[in-house]
């Protein structure tokens, strides 16, 4: 093997492993023989998907070099999401499908996560025992209810379908779940039904999950319909909570959830932006940084 080459193992046939990289005559940034794990497959997905959403195309080159692994690898990631109908394939890359590009929730976990989870943490301390407490879809709001799921006497409401399956087995808590009509890539309950259940309840608070908050525009989402059922949930609330890791901040989307005057608190990572952090102080609404 020639000096500065990668060599990359493959698997067995018919198993899907993690793929090993190992660099051979480079110092810096390794010494000869070291060994890296390569990002897994979800990491690479979620990755590519990303850039999609925020290029609206891809090379193989780029992210082969980008992500540490064999084009071959990038090749097959981008045939596997073109199967699910989640971008189209060019010579050398790939497309979006649509103008308006939302990644999938199941691809949207693994971003920002160490930063999701603490942001949950510390929405969590904000709640008390005996309260009515209301999640909106996405992932970040998905990690507070985790951080939740173990406290007593509380009331969840929901229109996340994978929030509800992960606390329906929970006899600490009383689940209530709106009904609707679900969308795919987020999971949500949206649509008249949704807001006909909830117009009846009251919330001390809700933790609402959004893909941009800025001051002009408020809280932003990519669909209409899940704009205005979460809009209904804060309608509800005592306390409005913005939970939005730092990629979210100073974003604006499509349609919007409610005005920045409705909320209370915004809490994210300290890897936002200084400026619209301000600009979001400025407005109104507290801005704890995680």
Not at 170 to 184: Q, S, Y
Not at 252 to 268: G, Q, Y
């Amino acid at each position: 093997m020639r000096p500065g080459h990668a060599a990359t193992f493959a698997p067995p046939p018919g198993q899907e492993v993690e793929e090993i990289v190992t660099f051979v005559g480079l110092a810096p940034p390794a010494a000869e023989g070291t060994t890296f794990r390569a990002m897994r497959r979800e990491e690479r997905f979620s990755a590519i998907l990303g850039r999609l959403a925020d290029g609206g195309s891809v090379s193989v080159a780029e992210l082969a070099q980008d992500l540490g692994v064999a084009s071959a690898t990038i090749r097959r990631d981008l045939a596997m999401l073109e199967r699910q109908r989640l971008l189209g394939r060019t010579h050398g890359g790939a497309v979006v499908h649509a103008v308006s590009y939302e990644l999938p929730l199941r691809y949207k976990g693994v971003r920002h996560a160490p930063e999701k989870r603490r942001i949950a943490e510390e929405a969590a301390s904000h709640v008390m025992e005996g309260m009515a407490v209301g999640l909106t879809g996405g992932t970040t709001a998905t990690e507070v209810a985790r951080a939740l799921a173990d406290r007593p006497g509380l009331t969840i409401v929901t229109n996340a379908l994978n929030i509800a399956s992960e606390l329906a087995v929970r006899p600490n808590l009383t689940l209530v779940v709106t009904g609707g009509t679900v969308r795919g890539n987020s999971y949500e309950l949206s649509g008249p039904l949704a807001e006909a259940s909830l117009a009846s309840l009251n919330l001390d608070i809700v933790f609402v999950g959004v893909d941009g908050i800025e001051v002009r525009a408020g809280c932003t989402t990519h669909h209409t319909l899940e704009a205005h059922s979460n809009g209904a949930m804060i309608d509800r609330a005592g306390q409005v909570v913005v939970v939005a890791d730092s990629s979210k901040i100073g974003h604006v989307s499509f349609a919007r959830i409610c005005p920045i005057e409705a909320i209370t608190l915004v809490i994210t990572d300290t890897d936002a932006d200084p400026r619209a952090v301000k600009a979001l102080q400025d407005a109104g609404p507290e801005v704890q940084l995680v």
